[in-house]
T-cell receptor, first 113, second 115 residues
Framework: DQQVKQNSPSLSVQEGRISILNCDYT??????FLWYKKYPAEGPTFLISISSIKDKNEDGRFTVFLNKSAKHLSLHIVPSQPGDSAVYFCAASAATSGSRLTFGEGTQLTVNP | SAVISQKPSRDICQRGTSLTIQCQVDSQVTMMFWYRQQPGQSLTLIATANQGSEATYESGFVIDKFPISRPNLTFSTLTVSNMSPEDSSIYLC????????????FGPGTRLTVL
């Protein structure tokens, strides 16, 4: 049972444009959501997170939106840069789960110069 | 965030052998976790490494196959035992801070190839 799903395995955008990465979840107990970026041969790097009591969190070029009724979150990157090219994972946790994270399958973002 | 190192960074092993992966953190942390990322797949939690007690394993993972040690608040090891080619993966440790948001920070990973 895949509780966190990223339905787009890849996304390609032009430099300077907006990148939108999507993530859906099924477990209504999830109350904290995170996005990680992963370059080849490196561990995932934490990008941004959002609590279920919010619907938006912004940090520089990165904004995460949460729609609890739709069980959907998205990561917006504006403007996109070639250095943003990486695999992006969304993850979720529940207060009852002892900090355990459940990850989506990842989306490969390619930003073209 | 903590600085996390892992040894070895990569290894090629023969089937039937065992490999121990080390994870070192530059500060004391309450929570340490071990994940596996099989080729082309997502990260899957293997176990939570508990300091001073036995690790807590996720469904599908057992102590005999993946014994874990956590002797103190800055160090943990994961052993992959009696390896088969299906164990070829990236193994990652991560750390979290109790009492705060469930943000975890990851080490660089250990790329294991089993022949």
């Amino acid at each position: 049972d895949q509780q966190v799903k990223q339905n787009s395995p890849s996304l390609s955008v032009q430099e300077g444009r907006i990148s939108i990465l999507n993530c859906d979840y099924t477990n209504s107990m999830f109350d904290y959501f995170l996005w990680y970026k992963k370059y080849p041969a490196e561990g995932p790097t934490f990008l941004i997170s959002i609590s279920s009591i919010k619907d938006k969190n912004e940090d520089g070029r990165f904004t995460v939106f949460l729609n609890k009724s739709a069980k959907h979150l998205s990561l917006h990157i504006v403007p996109s840069q070639p250095g943003d090219s990486a695999v992006y994972f969304c993850a979720a946790s529940a207060a009852t789960s002892g900090s355990r994270l459940t990850f989506g399958e990842g989306t490969q973002l390619t930003v073209n110069p | 965030s903590a600085v996390i190192s892992q040894k070895p960074s990569r290894d090629i092993c023969q089937r039937g052998t065992s490999l121990t992966i080390q994870c070192q953190v530059d500060s004391q942390v309450t929570m340490m976790f071990w994940y596996r990322q099989q080729p082309g797949q997502s990260l899957t939690l293997i176990a939570t490494a508990n300091q001073g007690s036995e690790a807590t394993y996720e469904s599908g993972f057992v102590i005999d196959k993946f014994p874990i040690s956590r002797p103190n608040l800055t160090f943990s090891t994961l052993t992959v035992s009696n390896m088969s080619p299906e164990d070829s993966s990236i193994y990652l440790c991560s750390v979290g801070v109790a009492g705060g948001p469930d943000t975890q920070y990851f080490g660089p990973g250990t790329r294991l190839t089993v022949l």
